[in-house]
C-alpha cells in the first residue's frame, strides 16, 4: 500500500511538471496576439528554463516517469470499470504520447535537417503553408494535452475544502488559456503566410527546398513509425502482463468479501474491496477512482478486521480528517488477505461535499445543544390589512433582525418557518462543554436582542407608510413575538437533498423548544424558556414565572419560567458570574 502512495505521489508530481511546461508554451503563443518577434523573445525566455540541462532533465525525466505510470497502471488495474471523467482521462493520457513523439519529430527532426535551433517564423511556415495537416496535428497535442492536464487537476483538487469557491474561476482559465494561445497562433500564421506570398526574409525558395528535400523528409517518417510501433508495443506488452498476473493471483489463493446482503464475492488474495465491489457490479462510491484522496469508499469492516493490514500514512490521514471508527477503512486501500465482511458507509451516488474534510459533527453527532424558536404573534391578521410588498418589506426586515441577533450572540440560523425562527446554539462546539453555560447565555443574548430589534422594525414600517395606507397601518396591533428555548441532547448533522443540504437538529430537545414558544400564547408572554436552560445559564429568575407545563409527548411535566418581556432579563447578572 505505501508503494501505491509514493506511486500517486510521483505520478501527481510528473504531471503537475508537465502541466507548468504546457502552461509556458501557451504563454509563448499568446504573444503571437503582439507579433511573431514577441513570440520569439518569449520562446527564448522559455528555452533558458526548459532548455538547460537542469530543465531538459526535469522535463524528460517527467515525462518518462508520467508515461510509464501511466502504463503501469493499466498493467496494475484488474478492472476497467471507470466514472466518466476517468475514462476521459485515461483515453486523452493514453493518447498524448504518440501526438508528442509526431510533435517532437515535426520539430527536433527539421531542427536536425537544418542543423539549426528552429524559430517561431520557420514553424509558421511549415504549419500554415507547406504542410496545413501537420499544422492540424499540432492543435490537437495541445487540445489534448491541454484536457488531460485540466482533467486530472480537477479531479485532484475537486476534493479540497476551497475548491467550490474557486471554481468558477478556474474554470474561466481553463478555457481563455488556450483560447487567447489558438488565437495567437493564427494571428501569427496570417503574418507568415504574407510574407511567405511576397518572398520575403526568412521565407525564401531555398529555405522551402531545404525542408521539402524527400529523402530527409523519409527520416523523419521513419522516425515516427518506429516510436509509435514502440509505443504500441509497451501497451500490448502491459496487456499482457496483466493478464499473466490474474492467473498466478488465482494460483495464491482467494478471499471471500461479504456485503450486508448476504453476497459473497471471491477475488485474488490482494485485491482491494473496492476492486471486489467493482468485479461484481456492486455499486460502491469512489469519487477520486481508487486513488485514496477521498474518503467516499469507505466500509465499516465486521469479522475479519483482525486479519487486514494496518492503514497506511496516507488512508490514515483521510480517515483521521472524517473522524472515522477504528473498524472504518477506505475500500481502495485495503487489501484483505483473509475472508471479511464490510458495509459500505456512504451511497453510490455520493457528491463530492462528502468527500472535503469536514467537522466531524457534520456527519451526524448527538450532543447537547440549545434550540431557540421565535415566532410573530398574530402575523397573518396583520398581513391581511398590508400590501403585498409591504409584508415581503416587513418580513425581511424581520428576518434581518433575528438573523442578526443568533448570529450575533455566537449563534447559527438553522431555517426561517414562514414568520418563525429556528436557531442552535453550541453545535460546533458541543453543549455539554462548561456544563453548557456559554450556549444558553448565547440563547438568552439573542432573545433579548430580537426583541429589541423588533421595535425598531416598528418605527421602520412607521416611518414607512405613508398616503391612505398608513392610517391603516397605525391602527393594526404592534408587532408582538413569541421566542421559546430549551437545553438538552438533539442529533446534529447535515440533512436535507440537493441544494435543501442545511446543518440542523433533530429531537426532543428540538420539539420541546417548539412547544415552549408556543406556550408564549397561552401565558400572554414574549418569552418561555426551561427551568434546565436558566440553571445552565446562571440565570436570575427575578420577574419571571415559574409554571409547570404539560407537553404533549412527555410523561412528566416540564418546569419553565415565564417572562412576558424578554428585555428584563437580567443579563448583566449573568456576564458577572463569567
Request: glycine share 10%.
Amino acid at each position: 500500500m505505501q508503494t501505491a502512495s509514493v506511486i500517486r505521489r510521483v505520478r501527481l508530481i510528473s504531471g503537475l511538471i508537465l502541466f507548468a511546461y504546457v502552461v509556458s508554451h501557451l504563454v509563448n503563443h499568446m504573444a503571437g496576439l503582439v507579433s511573431v518577434a514577441a513570440m520569439q523573445a518569449v520562446l527564448e525566455v522559455q528555452r533558458l528554463l526548459w532548455v538547460s540541462p537542469p530543465g531538459l532533465l526535469l522535463l524528460y525525466g517527467a515525462f518518462l516517469l508520467h508515461a510509464g505510470l501511466a502504463i503501469w497502471t493499466l498493467y496494475a488495474r484488474r478492472d476497467f470499470r471507470l466514472q466518466q471523467g476517468e475514462v476521459w482521462q485515461v483515453l486523452l493520457g493514453l493518447a498524448i504520447p504518440p501526438l508528442l513523439i509526431l510533435h517532437i519529430a515535426g520539430t527536433r527532426g527539421i531542427e536536425s535537417l537544418l542543423g539549426t535551433e528552429v524559430g517561431y517564423p520557420t514553424i509558421l511556415l511549415i504549419y500554415f503553408e507547406l504542410s496545413p495537416v501537420s499544422g492540424l496535428r499540432q492543435l490537437l497535442v495541445l487540445l489534448v494535452v491541454w484536457a488531460h492536464g485540466c482533467l486530472g487537476i480537477f479531479l485532484w483538487l475537486r476534493f479540497k475544502a476551497w475548491f467550490p469557491r474557486w471554481r468558477s474561476a478556474l474554470f474561466a482559465g481553463a478555457l481563455l488559456v488556450p483560447t487567447l494561445a489558438l488565437a495567437g497562433v493564427w494571428m501569427a500564421g496570417q503574418w507568415a503566410q504574407y510574407l511567405y506570398d511576397l518572398r520575403q526574409a526568412p521565407f525564401t525558395d531555398a529555405l522551402v527546398a531545404q525542408i521539402a528535400d524527400p529523402q530527409k523528409l523519409l527520416f523523419i517518417g521513419a522516425v515516427e513509425r518506429g516510436f509509435l510501433l514502440g509505443y504500441g508495443g509497451l501497451l500490448l506488452a502491459a496487456l499482457a502482463a496483466r493478464r499473466v498476473r490474474r492467473l498466478l493471483e488465482h494460483r495464491r489463493g482467494v478471499v471471500v468479501v461479504t456485503y450486508p446482503n448476504g453476497r459473497r464475492v471471491r477475488v485474488p488474495r490482494g485485491t482491494t474491496i473496492l476492486e471486489a465491489s467493482r468485479s461484481a457490479g456492486i455499486p460502491h462510491a469512489s469519487l477520486c477512482g481508487g486513488r485514496g484522496r477521498c474518503s467516499t469508499c469507505r466500509v465499516r469492516i465486521g469479522q475479519g478486521l483482525s486479519a487486514v493490514p494496518p492503514a497506511d500514512t496516507e488512508e490514515a490521514k483521510v480517515l483521521h480528517r472524517v473522524g472515522a471508527a477504528p473498524n472504518v477503512r477506505l475500500a481502495c486501500q485495503t487489501r484483505p488477505t483473509e475472508d471479511l465482511e464490510v458495509q459500505p458507509l456512504l451511497p453510490p451516488n455520493v457528491t463530492a461535499r462528502e468527500a472535503r474534510a469536514r467537522p466531524g459533527y457534520l456527519q451526524g453527532d448527538e450532543r447537547e445543544v440549545v434550540v431557540l424558536f421565535a415566532d410573530l404573534r398574530g402575523f397573518t391578521r396583520l398581513a391581511e390589512t398590508r400590501l403585498p410588498f409591504d409584508v415581503v418589506f416587513l418580513l425581511n426586515r424581520y428576518f434581518r433582525t433575528t438573523g442578526e441577533a443568533v448570529e450575533g450572540a455566537g449563534g447559527r440560523v438553522d431555517k426561517f418557518i414562514g414568520d418563525g425562527v429556528m436557531a442552535l446554539f453550541g453545535v460546533e462546539r458541543s453543549a455539554a462543554d462548561s456544563n453548557g453555560r456559554q450556549a444558553a447565555r448565547s440563547a438568552l443574548r439573542a432573545a433579548q436582542t430580537m426583541v429589541e430589534g423588533l421595535q425598531e422594525v416598528e418605527r421602520v414600517l412607521a416611518g414607512n407608510s405613508s398616503g391612505a395606507d398608513s392610517s391603516q397601518r397605525r391602527g393594526t396591533e404592534a408587532l408582538r413575538i413569541g421566542i421559546g428555548i430549551h437545553i438538552g441532547p438533539a442529533i446534529v448533522g447535515e440533512m436535507g437533498w440537493g441544494d435543501a443540504v442545511s446543518v440542523t437538529a433533530v429531537g426532543d430537545t428540538v420539539n420541546t423548544a417548539s412547544r415552549l414558544e408556543q406556550a408564549t400564547k397561552d401565558f400572554e408572554a414574549q418569552l418561555v424558556i426551561s427551568a434546565a436552560l436558566a440553571e445552565r445559564a446562571g440565570l436570575p429568575s427575578d420577574g419571571a414565572e415559574r409554571r409547570h407545563i404539560e407537553l404533549r409527548g412527555r410523561r412528566e411535566s416540564l418546569e419553565v419560567l415565564v417572562f412576558s418581556d424578554a428585555r428584563h432579563l437580567k443579563l448583566a447578572a449573568v456576564e458577572g458570574q463569567s
